[in-house]
């Protein structure tokens, strides 16, 4: 099988190279095309013989559609060898551009609300196959991207190996060369999990879904996830906070007259209150065939000033590229593959 060069970090570039007999400096120049100016078409890589690009594989996906929003929002739909497709979204905001990552082909936590559950977990995506939607994205608009978040398909966490791998890539100044603090790893909660990511040594932004202020309420959003209870999941999360100094992010996605109650900002702001974090409100999206709603924009706002009133550190992100459902698996529904 043949190596993909978006697997390897440098030095494992280099001990390739060597082995076949090749000057291992040429890891250096092939990662400046790839990362640095996302050329991957062998024969625009001036610089190098084509035996050292034909040692490896690059973009093995190709797109297969892409959707622009009126906001500047990009979303393309990627398709796999084997056939499975993800989304991946860049969105712009000034200077920066920030990507949305998928981690896996589906979704095995099946949350109510989400359409990348929608059909179940496919497969994981390898740490190359994470790492080419930046490629493509960066291909497809022209855009430095500055930021990424794994907020696309997939748990990241479930799929802990390749995430990390991708993450490393993602900040290596070798290679992408993000500032960590441009990095948010988003996961429906899974207190090992959370533990284990503290002990890396990587100083990423941890976001935790937490939609909801109690354990019975979450057992009906996030069926899957609440194996974990809400102690447990903070509990994780307040030591991921003490190795890294780094705030987690609260994630809360409000749905209307589910989550968005008076009762529920209150026992939200004592849970918030608990940690070193910052609380992000996103008004639903909604899903068709889904029976959520979102709540009007003058109840977010309510729900956001009883946070603050708490003290809690709370924003309400806007929801952007609404218009291409971009939000979390609809392309993949919308484009009929529904795989
Ligand atoms: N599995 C990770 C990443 C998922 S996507 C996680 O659970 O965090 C990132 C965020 O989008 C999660 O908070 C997820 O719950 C939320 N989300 C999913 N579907 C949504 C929708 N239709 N509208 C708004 N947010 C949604």
């Given at each position: 099988m043949?190596?993909?060069?978006?697997?390897m970090?440098?030095?494992?570039?280099?001990?390739?190279?060597?082995?076949?007999n090749?000057?291992?400096?040429?890891?250096?120049?092939?990662?400046?095309?790839?990362?640095?100016?996302?050329?991957t078409?062998?024969a625009?890589?001036t610089?190098?013989?084509s035996?050292?690009v034909?040692?490896?594989?690059?973009?093995?996906?190709?797109?297969v559609a892409?959707?622009?929003?009126?906001?500047?929002?990009?979303k393309?739909?990627?398709?796999?060898?084997?056939?499975?497709?993800?989304?991946t979204?860049?969105?712009p905001a000034?200077?920066?551009?920030?990507?949305?990552?998928?981690?896996?082909v589906?979704?095995?936590m099946?949350?109510?609300f989400?359409?990348?559950?929608?059909?179940?977990?496919?497969?994981n995506?390898?740490?190359?196959?994470?790492?080419?939607?930046?490629?493509?994205?960066?291909q497809?608009?022209g855009?430095?991207?500055?930021?990424?978040?794994?907020?696309?398909?997939?748990?990241?966490?479930?799929?802990?190996d390749?995430?990390?791998?991708?993450?490393?890539?993602?900040?290596?100044?070798?290679?992408?060369?993000?500032?960590?603090?441009?990095?948010?790893?988003?996961?429906?909660g899974?207190?090992?999990?959370i533990?284990?990511?503290?002990?890396?040594?990587?100083?990423?932004?941890?976001?935790?879904s937490?939609?909801?202020?109690?354990?019975?309420l979450?057992?009906?959003?996030?069926?899957?996830?609440?194996?974990?209870?809400?102690?447990q999941?903070?509990?994780a999360?307040?030591?991921?906070?003490?190795?890294?100094k780094?705030e987690?992010?609260?994630?809360?996605?409000?749905?209307a007259?589910?989550?968005?109650?008076?009762?529920?900002?209150?026992a939200?702001?004592?849970?918030?209150?608990?940690?070193?974090?910052?609380?992000?409100?996103i008004?639903?999206?909604?899903v068709p065939?889904?029976?959520y709603?979102?709540p009007?924009?003058?109840?977010?706002k309510?729900?956001?000033?009883?946070?603050?009133?708490?003290?809690?550190n709370?924003?309400?992100?806007?929801?952007?590229?609404?218009?291409i459902?971009?939000?979390?698996g609809q392309?993949r529904?919308?484009?009929g593959?529904g795989?």
């Open positions: 043949r190596l993909n060069f978006l697997d970090t440098i030095q494992q570039a280099r001990d390739t190279l060597a082995a076949q090749i000057e291992p400096y040429r890891a250096e120049q092939l990662a400046d095309w790839v990362y640095r100016k996302a050329v078409d062998p625009a890589m610089s190098l013989p035996t050292v034909g040692l490896f594989d690059i973009l093995t996906s190709r797109v892409r959707a622009e929003s009126a906001d500047g929002t990009t393309l739909l990627l398709e796999y060898p084997d056939g499975q497709r993800v989304e979204v860049l969105i000034g200077k920066r551009a920030t990507v949305c990552l998928s981690t896996q589906g979704c095995a099946g949350c109510g989400c359409a990348s559950g929608l059909g179940g977990l496919k497969r995506l390898t740490c190359g196959e994470i790492l080419q939607q930046v490629i493509h994205l960066r497809a608009t855009r430095r991207i500055t930021g990424a978040v794994f907020m696309g398909m997939g748990e990241p966490l479930a799929n802990y390749a995430t990390v791998a991708a993450t490393r890539a993602l900040i290596d100044p070798q290679r992408f060369g993000l500032s960590a603090r441009a990095v948010t790893l988003s996961t429906v899974l207190p090992g999990r533990r284990r990511l503290a002990r890396e040594n990587l100083p990423i932004t941890l976001a935790i937490l939609h909801a202020p109690n354990d019975a979450r057992r009906k959003l996030t069926p899957a996830a609440s194996v974990a209870s809400i102690e999941i903070l509990a999360a307040a030591v991921f906070f003490a190795s890294r780094r987690v992010t609260l994630e809360y996605v409000l749905l007259g589910l989550n968005d109650t008076n009762v529920c900002a209150e939200l702001a004592r849970l918030a209150k608990r940690l070193r974090c910052n609380v992000n409100l008004r639903y999206n909604p065939s889904m029976p709603a979102a009007t924009a003058a109840a977010a309510a729900f956001l000033a009883r946070l603050r009133r708490r003290g809690v709370a924003h309400l992100r806007r929801s952007r590229g609404a218009d459902a971009a939000a979390c392309l529904q919308t484009a593959t795989q």
